[in-house]
Every structure is written in structure tokens, then in C-alpha cells.
């Protein structure tokens, strides 16, 4: 079983950046995709930035353009640089990856990061 440990979290203020880190027990380079997702109190989770094996990525439009996806392989890490921070960003974050013929999907135990005005 994979498991994913995240760090990074914390209290930032409003145009501040975090990296967030998701060290993973498995080559990430065999990942098929990777992934952060967030929850805010009261609402859905919902996708932030994914990319795939493939090299397709993904980021919610309301991150394009200020956080950026990427892994490490020599660390086994995905990070998530996120810049230009607004209250709004305030939530859990969860790591996710998908490995494996059977698509088996892993999640993180969150990093909460608040962003003050």
C-alpha cells in the first residue's frame, strides 16, 4: 500500500506563498497520476492541480496562473507551489495519486493551510 505523508501547511498572509510537499513510498515516476486537492469548511472537495503520466495537467481556474504542480523524482515528492495567496485558498489540501493496472487511488491526511486578509 502506498502511503503519502504531506508538510507545508500553514498560516500565511493574503499575497504570501507556501510549497506544500507530498513525500510518496513509491517511485513517482510510476505514478499514473498526481494530484492536490482542497476542502473548505462547509464545501465540496474539489480538484486544485493534477497531472497524469501522460504529461497532461490540470489547475482549477481559480489557481491558473498563480500555483504550479510538480515532482521530484530523485525525492519521490510532489510539491505544490502556491503564490499570490487569497483567503479564499484557505482549506485543507490533499495530496492524491493513482497507481497501479487497478487505478488504486491513495489519499494524504491533509495540510491546512489559512491565508489572512
Known amino acids: 500500500q502506498v502511503q503519502l505523508v504531506e508538510s507545508g501547511g500553514g498560516l500565511v498572509q493574503a499575497g504570501g506563498s507556501l510549497r506544500l510537499s507530498c513525500a510518496v513510498s513509491k517511485s513517482i515516476s510510476r505514478l499514473n497520476a498526481m494530484g492536490w486537492y482542497r476542502q473548505a469548511p462547509g464545501k465540496q472537495r474539489e480538484l486544485v492541480a493534477a497531472?497524469?503520466?501522460?504529461?497532461?495537467?490540470n489547475y482549477a481556474d481559480s489557481v491558473k496562473g498563480r500555483f504550479t504542480i510538480s515532482g521530484d523524482n530523485a525525492e519521490n515528492t510532489v510539491y505544490l507551489q502556491m503564490n499570490s495567496l487569497k483567503p479564499e485558498d484557505s482549506a485543507v489540501y490533499y495530496c492524491?495519486?493513482?497507481?497501479?493496472?487497478?487505478?488504486?487511488?491513495?489519499w494524504g491526511q491533509g495540510t491546512l493551510v489559512t491565508v489572512s486578509s
Open positions: 492524491n495519486v493513482n497507481y497501479g493496472a487497478f487505478k488504486i487511488e491513495v
Open positions: 497531472t497524469t503520466s501522460g504529461g497532461s495537467t
